[in-house]
């Protein structure tokens, strides 16, 4: 019942910013890990960061730490990534996926982790001269 819809993508040049939202409907976060994965042509997916609505936890790739952050707004059952100094390597198509397991504390980014998760559709990210 649980459906997730990404937003925000777009083109953008090497430096810039972009954030990215995920919005749920059908169900509230509660319990719920949130991912953050993206995928490029010819390339594996790729974990970038998530976010735990059981204890707030959250957890970044060692590539994009100190340049993306997490976080969610409760009321508005959604989640953000705020992408800054964006560089070439960001580009790809960028999913949320939401996996329920009430009581677990912290979060994982490797993408298998969230084989059996919700996911959204999708929204692109390019970041090019």
């Known amino acids: 019942q649980l459906q997730l819809v990404e937003s925000g993508g777009g083109s953008v040049q090497p430096g810039e910013s972009l954030r990215l939202s995920c919005t749920a409907s059908?169900?509230?976060?509660?319990?719920?890990?949130i991912g953050w994965i993206r995928q490029a042509p010819g390339k594996e997916r790729e974990g970038v960061s998530c976010i735990n609505f059981n204890d707030d936890s959250t957890n970044y790739e060692d590539s994009v730490k100190g340049r993306f952050t997490i976080s969610r707004d409760s009321a508005k059952n959604t989640v953000y990534v705020q992408m800054n100094s964006l560089n070439p390597e960001d580009s790809g198509v960028y999913y949320c996926?939401?996996?329920?397991?009430?009581?677990?504390?912290?979060?994982?980014?490797?993408?298998?982790?969230?084989?059996?998760?919700?996911w959204g559709q999708g929204t692109q990210v390019t970041v090019s001269s």
């Open positions: 996926a939401a996996l329920r397991w009430p009581g677990y504390r912290g979060c994982l980014t490797h993408p298998a982790r969230y084989d059996n998760a919700h």
């Open positions: 059908g169900s509230t976060l509660d319990y719920y890990i």
